[in-house]
């Protein structure tokens, strides 16, 4: 066998692999982390424990930490479902009203009319094939994926002016529940809508800690999780509601401050990625309209079309690591 061959097939396993590491990594980084903190918390928690006994809480405290432990194993099984959740439930927290059938046809169709569309530019048949595949699988849930983020940036610009309305109508006197439909008749998209699902909920029987914390499949957020937390051990345990909401209503202002602060500071290496990864399509471009010949035979060749698929393959690994270098959560 060829001794280029040989070469060739190393390179692609090496960048299968590579890839396969790249994606895998930030499960594996969680996993680590996790047994971490299991292992930091572990150590106190035997004293802790003690200490809870020996002191007796009351009544009250007792209700809130147990609301609290019902709580935080919920929410974990929610946010669980939450990371990667099913194109139906993608599209509801996307704010489309359209069926997964509907959506299927559609992705289906963009796949045909890009295929249709390459294979009259005259693409080999090998990227044509491809071209379909990212317009039927990729381009469309990358569209909802955008919808989605976007809905959501404008639910947390939003969600504290909410807060600020209902603990003025409660330190007004009104009820919770007219403080909740104004908001769902006064309110900004998408918080407007998703308060009027509330309203439509309790009007149903469903109690009001319940019905806001269903609020969160629809926007999974953390925002959207304190804000269910803090009605739920209101309705449980009782307690000044307006100076919470107020807690909380500085806390949503305050994330909101850190995000921006952290856009403007990872603004520079989003840039520079930006720059890199798109200077080899320029460069490619650049030489097909001042020597089309000399850049042809990295598309005619078979050799050729090995080095550009090993080129993208590496491209795209390039880009997922520089995209997880540059994400913040917190």
């Given at each position: 066998?060829?001794?280029?061959?040989?070469?060739?097939?190393?390179l692609?396993?090496?960048?299968?692999?590579?890839?396969?590491?790249?994606?895998?990594?930030?499960?594996?980084e969680?996993?680590?982390?996790?047994?971490r903190?299991?292992?930091q918390?572990?150590?106190?928690?035997?004293?802790a424990?003690?200490?809870?006994?020996?002191?007796?809480?009351?009544?009250?405290?007792?209700?809130v930490?147990?609301t609290?432990?019902?709580?935080?194993?919920?929410?974990?099984?929610?946010?669980?479902?939450?990371?990667?959740?099913?194109?139906?439930?993608?599209?509801?927290?996307?704010?489309?009203?359209?069926?997964?059938s509907?959506?299927?046809?559609?992705?289906?169709?963009t796949?045909?009319?890009?295929?249709?569309?390459?294979?009259l530019?005259g693409?080999?048949?090998l990227?044509?094939?491809?071209?379909?595949?990212?317009?039927?699988?990729?381009l469309?849930?990358?569209?909802?994926?955008?919808?989605?983020?976007?809905?959501?940036a404008?639910?947390?610009?939003?969600?504290?002016?909410?807060?600020e309305?209902?603990?003025?109508?409660?330190?007004?006197?009104?009820?919770?529940?007219?403080?909740?439909?104004?908001?769902?008749?006064?309110?900004?998209?998408?918080?407007?809508?998703e308060f009027?699902?509330?309203i439509?909920?309790?009007?149903?029987?469903?109690?009001?800690?319940?019905?806001?914390?269903?609020?969160?499949?629809?926007?999974?957020?953390?925002?959207?999780?304190?804000?269910?937390?803090v009605?739920?051990?209101?309705?449980?345990?009782?307690?000044?509601?307006?100076?919470a909401?107020?807690?909380?209503?500085?806390v949503?202002r305050?994330?909101?401050?850190?995000?921006?602060?952290?856009?403007?500071?990872?603004?520079?290496?989003?840039?520079?990625?930006?720059?890199?990864?798109?200077?080899?399509?320029?460069?490619?471009?650049?030489?097909?309209?001042?020597?089309?010949?000399?850049?042809?035979?990295?598309?005619?060749t078979p050799?050729?079309?090995?080095?550009?698929?090993?080129?993208?393959?590496?491209?795209?690994?390039?880009?997922?690591?520089?995209?997880r270098?540059?994400?913040?959560d917190f």
């Amino acid at each position: 066998m060829d001794i280029r061959v040989l070469a060739m097939m190393g390179l692609v396993a090496f960048s299968i692999a590579a890839l396969l590491y790249g994606f895998l990594y930030g499960r594996i980084e969680r996993q680590a982390s996790a047994e971490r903190r299991r292992t930091q918390v572990a150590a106190p928690s035997i004293d802790a424990e003690r200490a809870r006994a020996a002191a007796a809480p009351s009544a009250r405290r007792r209700t809130v930490q147990d609301t609290l432990k019902d709580l935080e194993v919920k929410q974990k099984h929610k946010a669980s479902k939450s990371t990667n959740p099913p194109m139906q439930l993608r599209l509801a927290q996307a704010g489309l009203n359209l069926p997964i059938s509907r959506f299927y046809a559609y992705s289906a169709l963009t796949g045909v009319v890009i295929m249709a569309v390459c294979f009259l530019a005259g693409l080999p048949l090998l990227l044509v094939l491809g071209a379909g595949f990212v317009g039927a699988v990729g381009l469309p849930r990358f569209v909802v994926n955008f919808i989605r983020k976007k809905r959501h940036a404008a639910f947390i610009d939003e969600l504290a002016n909410a807060v600020e309305v209902i603990v003025r109508g409660v330190k007004a006197g009104l009820p919770l529940n007219d403080c909740l439909r104004m908001i769902a008749s006064e309110a900004k998209e998408p918080v407007k809508s998703e308060f009027r699902l509330v309203i439509e909920a309790m009007q149903l029987g469903m109690p009001i800690d319940e019905a806001v914390t269903r609020m969160y499949e629809r926007v999974p957020l953390p925002e959207t999780n304190f804000f269910g937390i803090v009605l739920a051990i209101q309705s449980k345990a009782g307690g000044n509601l307006s100076e919470a909401l107020g807690n909380l209503a500085k806390v949503l202002r305050e994330r909101k401050k850190m995000r921006a602060k952290i856009q403007a500071m990872s603004m520079e290496a989003k840039s520079s990625a930006a720059i890199i990864g798109s200077l080899p399509i320029i460069v490619t471009v650049l030489v097909y309209l001042t020597s089309p010949d000399y850049i042809m035979v990295l598309f005619v060749t078979p050799i050729g079309q090995i080095v550009v698929g090993i080129s993208l393959l590496w491209m795209l690994v390039g880009i997922f690591i520089m995209k997880r270098m540059i994400a913040f959560d917190f």
